[in-house]
């Protein structure tokens, strides 16, 4: 469920029209409704009930600080794969103690940040990687609180870009090597190991994969504690799907997913840690652009909107499909026709959708791009020297701008002549109000 909806032909995110916001922002702007995030992360929440889990939501999904807020604020602590994530996660007020860190290639300067910062666990992922923490944690004199993170050789059965839980993955320790692993972190000095991790992927819509998983790593629990290791902690990573199209197989609630859990941990003993990230803002946010041209090729229909690929990649790297809608709604009498909707960036895959049954589309008409709230800002870049799209929240009937559009000023004050260049800049060519989108 989400706050996106027509209300008297227009296109609403909660209380406020998505065009007002287009008039003061200019297209394409990102757009997240504060509801729909504050619902899904208690519906989460609430899923596993008495116990208490800690429920570290995924910044890379988005890391904008005032996102981060809201969800700080219900509770939620921060999965961060970064020192820069762990900035941000800080930043917008969300405790060290409910912060792990996960990612298998954790700098030494990372660790002594996060071990300065007193982060809840590091999730490790090689024999390697333990013996650099320790030794960063020894010349501190401090102990690290870790988990290990398994590789189960689980399929999640999602697409193979964002599939992490096969053996031929470069994520986790492999299955074969988790005793011996837990058995070198017990000599460590700068190791207290807490726990085990796991995480098989993203977007899984089929409760099996997860279930396959984590009975393994339940079974692996016992083992460790027959074999005297300490086990208190069980991560069970992200990977949660959500719905994209309405006519797709609706993926597992977080009822139905909690349920398994509980079967699965049943007297084990252990604090349940879950890293979702998809599931909380993914159906909270929304792209909304415009069509600058349509152009009738021999065999298609092409709308060129404002936005393109570097501000939502999804699409170009996962084939993923997006609702489309357009802001105006289209009366129940409108035909559809099948249109190829595309960004102006100068590559094929700059495709947002192909053959889309779509109402007829003009010049300056305005579409959102549905579920978008995760991995859309968070992975945009500047590809073809476009601006970061600016990021609006909405709470009931009040919006403000969260990520303001840079000036191309600003754009360019970030490069710099070498002194045997002539090395003073002037920037020409446009002024900070030509950059403010088509408002
Ligand atoms: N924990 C770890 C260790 C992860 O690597 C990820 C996601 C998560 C948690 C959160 O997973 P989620 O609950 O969001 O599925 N850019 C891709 C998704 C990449 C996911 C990377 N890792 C996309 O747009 O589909």
């Given at each position: 469920m989400n706050h996106f909806g027509y209300r008297g032909g227009w296109l609403f995110a909660e209380d406020v029209a998505l065009s007002a916001i287009a008039r003061e922002v200019g297209t394409p702007f990102y757009c997240y409704s504060t509801a729909t995030m504050t619902r899904?992360?208690?519906?989460?929440?609430?899923?596993?009930?008495?116990?208490?889990?800690?429920?570290?939501?995924?910044v890379k999904a988005?890391?904008?600080?005032?996102?981060?807020?809201?969800?700080?604020?219900?509770?939620?602590?921060?999965?961060?794969?970064?020192?820069?994530?762990?900035?941000?996660?800080?930043?917008?007020?969300?405790?060290?103690?409910?912060?792990?860190?996960?990612?298998?290639g954790k700098s030494r300067q990372e660790m002594e940040a996060a071990l300065n910062a007193g982060i809840y666990q590091f999730n490790v992922e090689s024999e390697a990687e333990l013996e650099a923490l320790s030794q960063v944690a020894v010349s501190m004199n401090l102990v690290a609180p870790v988990a290990l993170r398994i590789n189960p050789d689980v399929d999640a059965g999602t697409h193979k870009n964002?599939?992490?839980?096969?053996?031929?993955?470069?994520?986790?320790?492999?299955?074969?090597?988790?005793?011996?692993?837990?058995?070198?972190?017990?000599?460590?000095?700068?190791?207290?190991?807490?726990?085990?991790?796991?995480?098989?992927?993203?977007?899984?819509?089929?409760?099996?994969?997860?279930?396959?998983?984590?009975?393994?790593?339940?079974?692996?629990?016992?083992?460790?504690?027959?074999?005297?290791?300490?086990?208190?902690?069980?991560?069970?990573?992200?990977?949660?799907?959500?719905?994209y199209a309405a006519d797709e197989k609706a993926p597992p609630l977080p009822d139905a997913y909690a349920k398994m859990i509980r079967r699965l941990t049943d007297g084990l003993n252990v604090r349940l840690v879950f890293e979702p990230g998809r599931m909380i803002t993914g159906n909270a946010g929304v792209l909304v652009t415009q069509v600058l041209y349509?152009?009738?090729?021999?065999?298609?229909?092409?709308?060129?909107?404002?936005?393109?690929?570097?501000?939502?990649?999804?699409?170009?790297?996962?084939?993923?499909?997006?609702?489309?809608?357009?802001?105006?709604?289209?009366?129940?009498?409108?035909s559809r026709t099948a249109i190829d909707v595309v960004g102006p960036v100068c590559e094929s895959t700059d495709v947002f959708a192909t053959d889309r049954p779509?109402?007829?589309?003009?010049?300056?008409?305005?579409?959102?791009?549905?579920?978008?709230?995760?991995y859309g800002a968070a992975q945009a870049s500047e590809y073809n020297s476009r601006p970061l799209v600016p990021e609006v929240m909405v709470d009931g009937d009040r919006f403000a701008v969260i990520r303001s559009r840079p000036s191309y000023e600003e754009m360019m004050a970030r490069e710099a002549l070498p002194s045997w260049l002539r090395p003073k800049l002037t920037v020409a060519g446009g002024t900070d109000s030509e950059n403010g989108g088509a408002a």
């Open positions: 899904h992360f208690t519906v989460f929440r609430d899923a596993f009930g008495i116990n208490d889990a800690l429920i570290c939501f995924a988005n890391p904008n600080l005032a996102v981060l807020r809201v969800l700080g604020d219900c509770g939620a602590g921060a999965d961060v794969v970064s020192q820069g994530e762990m900035i941000r996660a800080l930043t917008a007020g969300i405790p060290a103690n409910r912060i792990v860190f996960s990612g298998v964002i599939s992490t839980g096969k053996a031929e993955n470069k994520f986790g320790i492999a299955w074969a090597r988790a005793e011996p692993t837990f058995a070198l972190a017990a000599t460590l000095p700068g190791i207290n190991v807490k726990g085990i991790d796991v995480h098989i992927g993203s977007q899984i819509t089929d409760l099996t994969p997860f279930e396959m998983a984590f009975s393994k790593v339940a079974d692996l629990v016992r083992d460790l504690r027959e074999k005297g290791h300490t086990i208190e902690r069980l991560d069970l990573g992200g990977g949660l799907g959500i719905p349509t152009k009738q090729a021999e065999s298609k229909t092409f709308a060129i909107v404002d936005a393109a690929m570097n501000d939502l990649m999804r699409p170009a790297l996962y084939d993923a499909w997006h609702e489309i809608l357009p802001l105006k709604e289209a009366g129940p009498g409108i779509l109402p007829p589309l003009e010049e300056g008409d305005a579409l959102a791009f549905l579920s978008a709230g995760a």
